[in-house]
């Protein structure tokens, strides 16, 4: 199996060689947990550790909870919406159009609400449509009114406000890709020269997210141009659109979590001494590396080392094995086994003749009755 492939058992073997020993000692999880203890030890060294734990909270509250809250709902009004096209459905069911865009606009009201929620979490710009309601504007036609939670006005005032900066932030994430593509490497950026040198990581989150959407759309569209996919009928097109839609949005919103700030500090963490290292053979100098950089290159380096020994072993178990088949394969073909039967077999004796002719005698009898 998989697992048995990826976790033998050469360390519990004495006649194990000492590499073996050596690499597959330590568990996959507890390198990690080194990597991750090194991660924290460094961060409460440059006295940010109490900054990136705030930042975990609001990336937990704001970005996954309302996020996911957003999308599930924009998914059932998508759905709801899909469904009040096919008008038949509805007057088979009996309900009247009134109470069918009354039960649509409850969803676009919590909808409203959670990207509202997501502004004000991320001081997102917030556009004001009903001033009298508004006590906290702190730019004019724009606030962060910071009440917008409270049990009193949390399932009407929404409607009182537009949140500017989430469309601006959408937007931004599909302009940026193709301001990248046409501008920025075009503009010096494959030399490393000119606003590539500029942009800031945001702006390059930006542009990973967005590009991960239009690719995926992009291989959608094609899907959808095929000759398969105009040749089939219309419930398995609806159908393969659904899930070449949700296999798009699924890639963007891992580009998207994989990339918030908590996990990005990270991963800048874990690439710091690989580019110190590099640095250093380039100016011929020595590393400057903290202890912390130096255990994580290490946990890093040995991790590596360790999948590519299981690797190595597991593929080499699999050619053991298929060359045992191939030898014990020939091995039969060319000493085929031949039956040697006793002699009289097949002869009937007299019990097992007496018996075939009280069987013949009962047939006939049934074959007559």
């Not at 050596?22 to 940010?48: D, N, Q, T, W, Y």
């Not at 097109?237 to 500090?265: D, E, K, Q």
């Not at 040995?302 to 299981?310: E, S």
């Not at 060319?334 to 018996?355: D, T």
């Amino acid at each position: 199996s998989w697992s048995s492939e990826r976790e033998p058992l050469l360390p519990r073997s004495p006649d194990a060689p000492l590499l073996a020993r050596c690499l597959l000692r330590p568990s996959a999880g507890i390198l990690k947990a080194v990597v991750c203890f090194c991660f924290l030890v460094h961060l409460f060294r440059e006295g940010e550790l109490t900054a990136w734990l705030a930042l975990v909270l609001l990336t937990l509250h704001a970005d996954v909870f309302w996020v996911l809250v957003a999308l599930g709902i924009a998914i059932l009004i998508m759905s709801l919406i899909v469904m009040l096209l096919d008008w038949r459905t509805w007057q088979h069911a009996g309900l009247p159009l009134p109470l069918v865009v009354m039960g649509l606009s409850v969803p676009l009201h919590f909808l409203w609400f959670a990207i509202l929620q997501i502004c004000l979490l991320h001081g997102l710009p917030i556009r004001c449509l009903v001033k009298a309601l508004c006590t906290t504007c702190s730019v004019k036609y724009f606030c962060s009114y910071n009440k917008l939670g409270t049990p009193e006005i949390s399932f009407f005032a929404p409607w009182a406000w537009v949140p500017i900066g989430a469309v601006l932030v959408v937007a931004r994430a599909l302009w940026r890709p193709w301001h990248v593509l046409f501008h920025v490497l075009f503009s010096g950026g494959f030399m490393l020269q000119g606003p590539v040198m500029e942009m800031s990581w945001w702006q390059w989150r930006e542009a990973l997210v967005g590009g991960v959407f239009w690719f995926c759309m992009f291989f959608v569209c094609l899907v959808a141009s095929s000759r398969a996919f105009l040749n089939a009928e219309a419930a398995d097109r609806r159908f393969l659109l659904f899930v070449g839609s949700s296999f798009g949005i699924v890639c963007t919103m891992l580009t998207f979590y994989l990339t918030v700030p908590p996990l990005a500090s990270f991963w800048a963490f874990l690439s710091s001494p690989w580019l110190e290292l590099a640095w250093a053979v380039s100016a011929r100098a020595w590393p400057r590396c903290s202890a912390e950089e130096a255990a994580v290159a290490v946990a890093m380096l040995w991790g590596l080392a360790r999948a590519l020994y299981i690797g190595a072993i597991a593929q080499l178990g699999r050619w053991g094995a298929r060359q045992r088949m191939e030898e014990t394969l020939r091995d039969a073909l060319a000493h085929p086994y031949r039956a040697e039967l006793e002699q009289g077999f097949g002869l009937m004796n007299g019990e097992s003749r007496s018996l075939s002719q009280a069987l013949s005698r009962l047939s006939s009898s049934s074959g007559s009755s």
